[in-house]
C-alpha cells in the first residue's frame, strides 16, 4: 500500500474508534437512559428535569427569534427582489445579441472604396544598405508584405510617406508620416 493509502486507513480507524469511545464513554450508548439508581429532585430519573428546562431555553429562543423577524421591516429593494425571484429571466444576462446587419440586396451601393479596417499610423521608417523597412502601428514591414491582415499590401516607402495597395491592384492609399510626441 501507498503510504497516502495507509494514512487514510488510519485516519478512518481512529474516526470509528472516537465515535465507538463518545458512545460509552459520554453516556450516549445507554439509549438517553440514566445512570443506575440516580433519581431527580422532582422523584423522576436523573436529566429528566435537565431537558425539560433545556426545551423551555429552546422555545424561549424561537419565540425571541420569531419577534425579532416579524418586527423588522425588510428595504424595498429586498422585498422585489423576493417576490421576483421565481420569474424567467426575459433573456440570459450573459448573452449579448447583436443585431443582424441589413443584407447586401437592401443596401444601395453607389462606389465601393475599399478602406483598411484599422486605422494604419506611420511612424517611422528603417534603412539597412538599400533595404527599407516601414514601421505601421509599431511593426515592421517591408515592401510586398501584407500590412496589419487589412488585405493592403506594403507598395512603397519613403521617409515623409507610404503607399498601400489592395491585393487586387485596384485601390491605392498614402499614409503620411506621423512623428510620436515623447
Not at 515592401?143 to 485601390?171: C, H, M, N, Q, W
Not at 492609399?173 to 506621423?178: D, E, G, K, L, N
Amino acid at each position: 500500500m501507498a503510504k497516502r493509502e495507509k494514512f487514510i486507513i488510519i485516519v478512518a480507524i481512529l474516526a470509528v474508534l472516537g465515535y465507538v469511545g463518545s458512545l460509552l464513554f459520554a453516556g450516549g450508548g445507554d439509549g438517553g437512559k440514566s445512570p443506575r439508581g440516580a433519581v431527580a429532585s422532582k422523584g423522576g430519573p436523573a436529566g429528566v428535569g435537565a431537558s425539560i428546562d433545556s426545551l423551555a431555553q429552546l422555545q424561549k429562543s424561537i419565540d425571541e427569534s420569531q419577534k425579532t423577524v416579524s418586527d423588522a421591516k425588510p428595504e424595498e429593494i429586498a422585498v422585489y427582489v423576493v417576490a421576483n425571484s421565481d420569474r424567467p429571466f426575459p433573456q440570459d444576462p450573459f448573452y449579448f445579441r447583436v443585431k443582424a446587419q441589413e443584407t447586401e440586396s437592401e443596401t444601395v451601393v453607389e462606389e465601393e472604396v475599399m478602406v483598411p479596417s484599422i486605422t494604419l499610423i506611420y511612424t517611422g521608417f528603417i534603412q539597412v544598405g538599400r533595404k527599407f523597412m516601414a514601421i505601421i502601428n509599431g511593426l515592421e514591414y517591408e515592401i510586398g508584405d501584407d500590412v496589419a491582415g487589412t488585405g493592403f499590401l506594403l507598395r512603397s516607402i519613403r521617409p515623409d510617406r507610404i503607399e498601400i495597395v489592395s491585393r487586387e491592384g485596384k485601390y491605392s492609399s498614402q499614409i503620411p508620416f506621423v512623428e510620436e510626441g515623447l
